[in-house]
């Protein structure tokens, strides 16, 4: 399996941290800009606080829990399965025996838009049920769409299903 150009190897980069938090950080750059604008007006900087906490809150919980989840893990997605990486043990795992892939999305990338509203809406992870009942979990820490990647295997049913709020099971 290994070795061709279709090969992907997703783990935690700098950049898939970056990603999925570039929402927050636009957001937060622009209350700064108001506030500077406003001349941090003490008003202004409370409401702007409070909605900046109600914003940032949840997506540090989804964004650890990810982290968490998925720290120390490689895979390598492949056309015919997939290999996983975990404290020094390979595991390989081919498209036939897994049973289907749920990709759970929030509602904006459910309908592949680039415009999120809240930080939480670019987080994701796709589900992986295999026929023996383990389950993989991939999340956007891995690579920013998951869902694209995990497209990549072949003859594998693929769910997507929304979610608002997409903590991990």
């Given amino acids: 399996m290994a070795g061709t150009q279709e090969d992907k190897l997703l783990k935690i980069r700098f950049f898939t941290h970056f990603s999925s938090m570039l929402p927050l950080i636009i957001v937060g750059v622009l209350f700064l800009v108001v506030l500077i604008w406003l001349k941090f007006e ?11 906490l109600a914003d940032a809150i949840p997506a540090f919980f989804l964004h650890s ?24 043990k390979e595991i390989e795992i081919k498209n036939n ?22 930080a939480i809406e670019n987080y994701h992870y796709g589900l992986i049920k ?27 049913l693929i769910e997507k299903q ?8």
């Avoid at 003490?42 to 900046?52: A, C, E, M, N, S």
């Avoid at 049973?99 to 999120?116: G, H, R, T």
Wanted: proline content about 3%; overall charge positive.
């Fill in 97 to 118: 025996e897994i049973e289907k892939i749920i990709i759970y999305l929030s509602p904006s990338l459910y309908k592949n838009s680039n415009f999120q509203l809240l």
């Fill in 130 to 156: 295999l026929k023996s009942g383990d389950d993989l979990l991939l999340t956007c820490l891995l690579a920013p769409r998951i869902d694209i990647e995990l497209k990549r295997m072949g003859g594998v």
């Fill in 65 to 88: 829990e990810y982290w968490l989840k998925n720290n120390g893990e490689e895979y390598e997605i492949h056309h015919e399965g997939l290999i996983r990486r975990k404290n020094g």
């Fill in 42 to 52: 003490q008003d202004t900087i409370k409401v702007f606080g409070i909605l900046f």
């Fill in 162 to 169: 929304k979610r608002l709020f997409c903590s991990l099971p």
